[in-house]
Protein backbone atom coordinates (compact mmCIF):
# COMPACT_ATOMS: atom_id res chain seq x y z
CA UNK A 1 0.00 0.00 0.00
CA UNK A 2 1.13 3.35 -0.57
CA UNK A 3 0.43 6.49 1.06
CA UNK A 4 0.21 10.08 0.19
CA UNK A 5 -0.55 13.62 0.99
CA UNK A 6 -1.81 16.08 -1.11
CA UNK A 7 -2.09 19.67 -1.56
CA UNK A 8 -1.40 23.29 -0.49
CA UNK A 9 1.61 22.90 1.88
CA UNK A 10 0.55 22.85 5.35
CA UNK A 11 -2.82 22.02 4.18
CA UNK A 12 -2.48 18.26 2.98
CA UNK A 13 -5.37 15.92 2.70
CA UNK A 14 -4.49 12.24 2.71
CA UNK A 15 -4.59 9.97 0.02
CA UNK A 16 -3.58 6.19 -1.20
CA UNK A 17 -2.19 5.51 -4.48
CA UNK A 18 -3.82 2.68 -5.78
CA UNK A 19 -2.40 0.01 -8.00
CA UNK A 20 -3.51 1.04 -10.89
CA UNK A 21 -2.12 4.50 -10.58
CA UNK A 22 -5.23 6.44 -9.39
CA UNK A 23 -4.52 8.17 -6.22
CA UNK A 24 -7.74 8.36 -4.36
CA UNK A 25 -8.70 11.23 -1.48
CA UNK A 26 -8.55 8.81 1.84
CA UNK A 27 -10.06 12.55 3.83
CA UNK A 28 -13.42 11.15 4.15
CA UNK A 29 -12.14 8.68 6.55
CA UNK A 30 -9.10 9.25 7.84
CA UNK A 31 -7.97 12.70 9.18
CA UNK A 32 -4.49 12.89 8.50
CA UNK A 33 -1.46 10.46 8.46
CA UNK A 34 0.21 11.26 12.05
CA UNK A 35 1.29 9.82 15.26
CA UNK A 36 -2.65 9.36 16.12
CA UNK A 37 -2.89 7.31 12.78
CA UNK A 38 -0.30 5.07 13.47
CA UNK A 39 -0.65 4.42 16.89
CA UNK A 40 -4.09 3.37 16.74
CA UNK A 41 -4.16 1.02 14.02
CA UNK A 42 -4.46 3.30 10.99
CA UNK A 43 -2.90 1.59 8.86
CA UNK A 44 -4.90 -1.57 9.12
CA UNK A 45 -8.15 0.24 8.66
CA UNK A 46 -6.85 1.72 5.74
CA UNK A 47 -5.71 -1.41 4.17
CA UNK A 48 -9.50 -2.86 5.13
CA UNK A 49 -10.94 0.24 3.30
CA UNK A 50 -8.57 0.24 0.32
CA UNK A 51 -9.76 -3.50 -0.14
CA UNK A 52 -13.29 -2.83 0.00
CA UNK A 53 -12.60 -0.50 -3.08
CA UNK A 54 -12.07 3.01 -1.33
CA UNK A 55 -15.97 3.83 -0.24
CA UNK A 56 -17.03 7.29 -0.63
CA UNK A 57 -13.76 8.63 -1.99
CA UNK A 58 -12.90 10.73 -5.32
CA UNK A 59 -10.16 10.38 -7.49
CA UNK A 60 -7.20 13.01 -6.45
CA UNK A 61 -6.70 15.33 -9.49
CA UNK A 62 -3.25 13.92 -11.29
CA UNK A 63 -1.71 17.66 -11.24
CA UNK A 64 -2.42 18.36 -7.69
CA UNK A 65 0.45 19.23 -5.56
CA UNK A 66 1.87 15.93 -3.22
CA UNK A 67 3.11 17.09 0.27
CA UNK A 68 5.53 14.43 2.38
CA UNK A 69 3.49 11.19 2.79
CA UNK A 70 3.30 11.60 6.35
CA UNK A 71 2.38 14.62 8.56
CA UNK A 72 5.72 16.70 10.08
CA UNK A 73 6.74 13.37 12.64
CA UNK A 74 7.53 14.86 16.20
CA UNK A 75 11.21 13.53 15.59
CA UNK A 76 13.19 13.62 12.52
CA UNK A 77 16.20 11.27 13.67
CA UNK A 78 19.07 10.73 11.55
CA UNK A 79 22.55 8.71 11.01
CA UNK A 80 25.67 10.29 9.86
CA UNK A 81 28.55 8.30 7.94
CA UNK A 82 26.60 4.96 8.28
CA UNK A 83 28.28 3.45 4.81
CA UNK A 84 31.76 3.06 4.64
CA UNK A 85 32.99 4.70 1.87
CA UNK A 86 30.61 7.57 3.23
CA UNK A 87 32.56 7.69 6.27
CA UNK A 88 36.11 7.11 4.14
CA UNK A 89 35.41 10.58 1.74
CA UNK A 90 34.49 12.44 4.67
CA UNK A 91 38.06 11.87 5.78
CA UNK A 92 36.75 12.09 9.85
CA UNK A 93 37.38 8.25 11.14
CA UNK A 94 35.07 5.11 10.58
CA UNK A 95 32.31 4.71 13.69
CA UNK A 96 31.93 2.20 15.83
CA UNK A 97 28.29 2.77 16.83
CA UNK A 98 26.11 4.79 15.06
CA UNK A 99 26.52 8.51 14.82
CA UNK A 100 23.04 9.72 15.49
CA UNK A 101 21.65 13.72 15.06
CA UNK A 102 18.82 15.15 14.61
CA UNK A 103 17.32 17.44 11.62
CA UNK A 104 14.59 19.82 12.99
CA UNK A 105 11.15 19.31 11.60
CA UNK A 106 10.36 22.57 10.40
CA UNK A 107 12.45 21.65 7.62
CA UNK A 108 9.90 18.99 6.24
CA UNK A 109 9.17 19.41 3.01
CA UNK A 110 7.64 17.33 -0.07
CA UNK A 111 8.93 15.20 -2.72
CA UNK A 112 8.90 17.89 -5.30
CA UNK A 113 8.99 21.05 -3.39
CA UNK A 114 12.27 23.60 -3.90
CA UNK A 115 15.23 23.84 -1.99
CA UNK A 116 15.47 27.05 -0.54
CA UNK A 117 19.26 28.14 0.08
CA UNK A 118 19.43 29.49 3.56
CA UNK A 119 20.81 33.27 3.70
CA UNK A 120 24.56 32.89 3.52
CA UNK A 121 24.80 29.74 2.17
CA UNK A 122 28.04 28.40 0.30
CA UNK A 123 28.35 24.67 0.75
CA UNK A 124 24.73 23.39 -0.13
CA UNK A 125 25.15 19.68 -0.50
CA UNK A 126 22.64 16.91 -1.00
CA UNK A 127 22.57 13.06 0.71
CA UNK A 128 20.01 10.49 -0.75
CA UNK A 129 18.58 8.08 2.50
CA UNK A 130 16.17 5.71 2.64
CA UNK A 131 13.66 6.74 5.46
CA UNK A 132 12.06 4.46 8.14
CA UNK A 133 8.60 5.62 9.48
CA UNK A 134 8.00 4.19 12.85
CA UNK A 135 5.12 2.60 13.55
CA UNK A 136 4.12 1.87 17.10
CA UNK A 137 5.72 3.42 20.25
CA UNK A 138 9.47 1.78 20.30
CA UNK A 139 11.97 1.62 23.00
CA UNK A 140 14.35 -0.22 24.14
CA UNK A 141 13.58 -2.52 21.50
CA UNK A 142 15.30 -6.59 20.65
CA UNK A 143 17.00 -5.96 17.07
CA UNK A 144 15.59 -9.01 16.42
CA UNK A 145 11.86 -7.57 16.87
CA UNK A 146 12.66 -3.84 15.54
CA UNK A 147 11.13 -4.22 12.04
CA UNK A 148 8.02 -5.31 13.07
CA UNK A 149 8.20 -1.41 14.50
CA UNK A 150 8.31 -0.07 11.03
CA UNK A 151 4.90 1.10 9.15
CA UNK A 152 6.89 1.70 6.48
CA UNK A 153 9.40 3.29 4.04
CA UNK A 154 10.46 6.39 1.65
CA UNK A 155 12.95 8.14 -0.18
CA UNK A 156 14.55 11.10 1.65
CA UNK A 157 17.05 13.51 1.17
CA UNK A 158 18.94 15.44 3.64
CA UNK A 159 20.17 18.71 2.49
CA UNK A 160 23.00 19.85 4.09
CA UNK A 161 24.90 23.35 4.42
CA UNK A 162 28.30 22.21 5.37
CA UNK A 163 29.54 25.43 6.16
CA UNK A 164 27.18 26.09 8.71
CA UNK A 165 27.48 22.15 9.90
CA UNK A 166 31.59 21.93 9.49
CA UNK A 167 33.25 25.34 10.23
CA UNK A 168 30.42 27.23 13.11
CA UNK A 169 30.71 25.11 15.78
CA UNK A 170 28.55 23.46 18.25
CA UNK A 171 26.00 20.66 16.82
CA UNK A 172 25.44 19.47 13.05
CA UNK A 173 21.94 20.16 13.16
CA UNK A 174 22.02 23.72 12.50
CA UNK A 175 23.37 22.78 8.76
CA UNK A 176 20.78 20.54 8.73
CA UNK A 177 17.65 22.20 9.75
CA UNK A 178 17.22 24.97 7.68
CA UNK A 179 13.49 25.57 5.76
CA UNK A 180 13.08 22.35 2.68
CA UNK A 181 15.91 20.50 4.23
CA UNK A 182 14.18 17.46 4.32
CA UNK A 183 12.17 16.37 1.76
CA UNK A 184 10.65 13.30 1.61
CA UNK A 185 8.03 10.84 -0.94
CA UNK A 186 6.29 10.53 -3.08
CA UNK A 187 4.70 8.20 -1.28
CA UNK A 188 5.12 6.04 1.87
CA UNK A 189 5.53 2.55 0.51
CA UNK A 190 4.17 0.05 3.70
CA UNK A 191 6.78 -2.24 5.40
CA UNK A 192 4.51 -5.35 4.03
CA UNK A 193 5.98 -4.26 0.63
CA UNK A 194 9.38 -3.97 1.42
CA UNK A 195 11.21 -7.63 1.93
CA UNK A 196 14.38 -6.76 2.82
CA UNK A 197 15.23 -2.95 3.78
CA UNK A 198 18.74 -4.06 3.29
CA UNK A 199 18.37 -5.12 -0.55
CA UNK A 200 17.67 -1.66 -2.43
CA UNK A 201 18.95 0.61 -4.79
CA UNK A 202 19.51 4.14 -3.80
CA UNK A 203 20.62 6.56 -6.22
CA UNK A 204 20.99 10.97 -6.77
CA UNK A 205 21.65 12.64 -9.97
CA UNK A 206 22.24 16.51 -10.14
CA UNK A 207 21.40 18.15 -13.23
CA UNK A 208 20.86 14.22 -14.97
CA UNK A 209 24.68 13.38 -13.46
CA UNK A 210 24.88 10.83 -11.03
CA UNK A 211 26.63 11.85 -7.88
CA UNK A 212 25.46 8.58 -5.69
CA UNK A 213 24.52 5.23 -7.13
CA UNK A 214 24.80 2.37 -4.22
CA UNK A 215 22.98 -0.23 -1.68
CA UNK A 216 21.00 -0.31 1.26
CA UNK A 217 23.26 -3.22 2.00
CA UNK A 218 26.47 -1.40 2.37
CA UNK A 219 25.49 0.34 5.60
CA UNK A 220 27.61 -0.04 8.03
CA UNK A 221 24.20 -0.21 10.75
CA UNK A 222 21.41 -2.25 9.24
CA UNK A 223 17.91 -0.85 9.84
CA UNK A 224 17.56 -3.37 12.72
CA UNK A 225 20.39 -2.21 14.96
CA UNK A 226 19.84 1.35 14.10
CA UNK A 227 16.15 1.06 15.53
CA UNK A 228 17.35 -0.91 18.52
CA UNK A 229 20.05 1.90 19.30
CA UNK A 230 18.43 4.91 18.72
CA UNK A 231 15.20 2.96 21.12
CA UNK A 232 17.98 2.65 23.71
CA UNK A 233 18.40 6.78 24.10
CA UNK A 234 14.48 8.20 23.40
CA UNK A 235 11.64 6.48 23.22
CA UNK A 236 10.32 6.25 19.56
CA UNK A 237 6.88 7.70 18.67
CA UNK A 238 4.31 6.20 15.83
CA UNK A 239 4.73 8.29 12.73
CA UNK A 240 8.34 9.22 13.56
CA UNK A 241 10.82 9.59 10.74
CA UNK A 242 15.01 7.94 10.95
CA UNK A 243 17.64 9.27 8.10
CA UNK A 244 19.68 6.23 7.44
CA UNK A 245 22.29 7.52 5.80
CA UNK A 246 24.20 8.27 2.74
CA UNK A 247 26.34 6.42 0.83
CA UNK A 248 29.27 7.92 -1.36
CA UNK A 249 29.41 10.66 -3.73
CA UNK A 250 28.08 13.82 -1.61
CA UNK A 251 29.62 17.43 -2.71
CA UNK A 252 31.90 17.56 0.05
CA UNK A 253 33.53 14.57 -0.78
CA UNK A 254 34.72 15.74 -4.20
CA UNK A 255 38.10 16.85 -5.47
CA UNK A 256 37.13 19.80 -5.82
CA UNK A 257 34.39 19.88 -3.88
CA UNK A 258 30.88 20.35 -6.22
CA UNK A 259 28.20 22.41 -3.75
CA UNK A 260 24.96 23.07 -5.07
CA UNK A 261 24.17 26.12 -6.88
CA UNK A 262 20.59 28.12 -7.53
CA UNK A 263 18.99 26.49 -10.41
CA UNK A 264 20.41 22.92 -9.98
CA UNK A 265 18.14 20.25 -10.22
CA UNK A 266 18.43 17.06 -7.65
CA UNK A 267 17.33 13.83 -7.93
CA UNK A 268 16.84 11.19 -5.19
CA UNK A 269 15.16 7.65 -5.39
CA UNK A 270 15.10 4.94 -3.72
CA UNK A 271 14.37 1.23 -6.09
CA UNK A 272 10.32 0.18 -5.51
CA UNK A 273 9.67 3.19 -2.91
CA UNK A 274 10.14 6.44 -6.09
CA UNK A 275 12.18 9.46 -6.51
CA UNK A 276 11.97 12.59 -5.42
CA UNK A 277 12.75 15.95 -7.58
CA UNK A 278 14.05 19.47 -6.32
CA UNK A 279 15.23 22.22 -7.91
CA UNK A 280 17.34 24.60 -5.77
CA UNK A 281 16.16 28.19 -5.65
CA UNK A 282 17.73 31.35 -3.99
CA UNK A 283 16.33 32.50 -0.58
CA UNK A 284 13.13 34.44 -0.59
Given at each position: ?????????????????????????????????????????????????VADGCPGATEVDPMSRLGPPIDRPSKLVCVGKNYLEHAKELGEGIP?????????????SGPYDDVITPR????????????????QTASYVDEADALSYIAGFSSFCDYSERAFQKEMGGQWMKGKSADTFAPMGPWLVTADEVADPQGLRLWCKVNDEYRQNSWTGDMMFSVRQIISYISRFMTLLPGDVIATGTPSGVAMGMNPPKYLQC??????????LGKIRQRVVAPH
Open positions: MKLIRFGEAGREEPGVLLPDGRMMDASGEFSDFDEGFFGSGGLESLAEWSEPTLFMKATSAWGSTKLDYEVELAVVIGGDFVECGVEG
